[in-house]
Nanobody
Framework: QVQLVESGGASVQAGGSLRLSCIASAYYTTFRMTWFRQVPEKGREAVASIATRNGATAYADSVKGRFTISQDNAKNTVYLQMNSLKPEDTAKYYC????????????????????WGQGTQVTVSS
């Protein structure tokens, strides 16, 4: 069982930066950690992902060049550094963990993740 706790959400102005953190219990059992985001009345959107065994990363086109996902295995933590924030980045951000290998190219599929955090709100004002 993996428990995830996100933090770091806040209200910022456009162009600003935030760093989200996700602490995972039993981090060593995970194969992939991914950040998703969701706005009311819309489905979850995969934002960035990291393969915990080799550090390979993947990003949604909408955040490439602005967001960076990283991990600190010693701290059982995954980070999402968000720069050049835009109002359209406003959402609740969730951390998700996969307890098995996810086929290449399907990292964005929320159905592949077994564990989810409670989310942290990011609001970007123009």
């Amino acid at each position: 069982q993996v428990q995830l706790v996100e933090s770091g959400g806040a209200s910022v102005q456009a162009g600003g930066s935030l760093r989200l953190s996700c602490i995972a219990s039993a981090y060593y059992t995970t194969f992939r950690m991914t950040w998703f985001r969701q706005v009311p009345e819309k489905g979850r959107e995969a934002v960035a992902s990291i393969a915990t065994r080799n550090g390979a990363t993947a990003y949604a086109d909408s955040v490439k060049g602005r967001f960076t996902i990283s991990q600190d295995n010693a701290k059982n933590t995954v980070y999402l550094q968000m720069n050049s924030l835009k109002p359209e980045d406003t959402a609740k951000y969730y951390c998700a963990a996969a307890a098995r290998v996810i086929p290449v190219g399907t990292w964005y599929d929320e159905g592949r993740y077994s564990y989810w955090g409670q989310g942290t709100q990011v609001t970007v004002s123009s």
